[in-house]
């Protein structure tokens, strides 16, 4: 059998998806107050300039995977307008459930549904932009998922991965301290939950860093890739064209 990692962990492959799973099924009801803190609410900036970047317009088709709580699919609704469509989807059914109810709360609706990124269950050039918001990382087959964002999107569409990536140098001391005793502790305080965070800080680790990222993006059939580097490496905008 085949292994993968989980966080540092050596993990079967086929038992990635549901320990991810768990992961999520435990921090999802305090999911947004714990981005906050572990952020410091830079989140909010990060996701607030990938909507600037996707320069999205009306009557357009967005599909945002691992949708999670919903901010994009929050901030994309109005501009695409009437006459277009934002499909907001996760693989974990928690998360899409916390996400559904709070646009519902917010008075929007739209198609929510629990898919697989490896396997999308959508026609060829059906999208004109995908949207990843820190959910690639924690994808057993990155390269088989970035392949099916491919296929959906529409010849000239983009794809978006905001995500952790590689810190710059001179932050690495601090943003390990960071990760590794301050995230494990608020997860423990706040969510009750250490051990998730501490996989969070883990998975951030093992991710391709920027370079390595734009080259599997690449190896996926897009044409021009290029990526935005914010809070100094603390997590990088990957924006790619389908030629």
Not at 56 to 74: F, K, N, P, S
Not at 164 to 181: C, G, H, N, Q, T
Request: aromatic fraction near 8%.
């Amino acid at each position: 059998m085949s292994s993968t990692h989980f966080g540092f962990e050596s993990v079967d492959e086929q038992d990635k998806a549901r320990r991810v799973r768990g992961v999520f099924d435990s921090v999802a009801s305090r999911y947004d107050v714990m981005n906050d803190l572990m952020s410091m609410g830079l989140h909010r900036a990060w996701k607030a300039y990938t909507v600037m970047v996707a320069n999205v317009r009306e009557g357009q088709r967005v599909l945002d995977i691992a949708g999670g709580t919903g901010d994009l699919a929050l901030a994309f609704a109005p501009k695409v307008g009437q006459t277009g469509q934002v499909v907001h989807t996760d693989i974990n059914e928690a998360m899409l459930r916390e996400g559904r109810n709070r646009l519902l709360d917010a008075g929007v609706s739209l198609p929510t549904l629990v898919c697989d990124a490896e396997h999308l269950p959508f026609a060829d050039d059906s999208f004109d932009l995908v949207t990843v918001a820190f959910g690639l990382r924690n994808m057993t087959h990155k390269d088989e998922a970035l392949r099916e964002m491919h296929r959906v999107i529409k010849p000239g569409g983009k794809l978006m991965v905001l995500e952790f990536s590689k810190v710059a140098r001179p932050l690495e001391k601090i943003y390990d301290w960071y990760s590794f005793k301050v995230l494990p502790q608020l997860g423990r305080l706040v969510a009750n939950d250490a051990s998730s965070y501490q996989y969070l800080a883990e998975s951030i680790r093992m991710h391709p860093g920027q370079d390595e990222l734009k080259a599997l993006m690449h190896k996926g059939g897009f044409g021009h890739v290029d990526y935005h580097n914010m809070t100094g490496g603390v997590v990088a905008l990957h924006v790619a064209i389908k030629c």
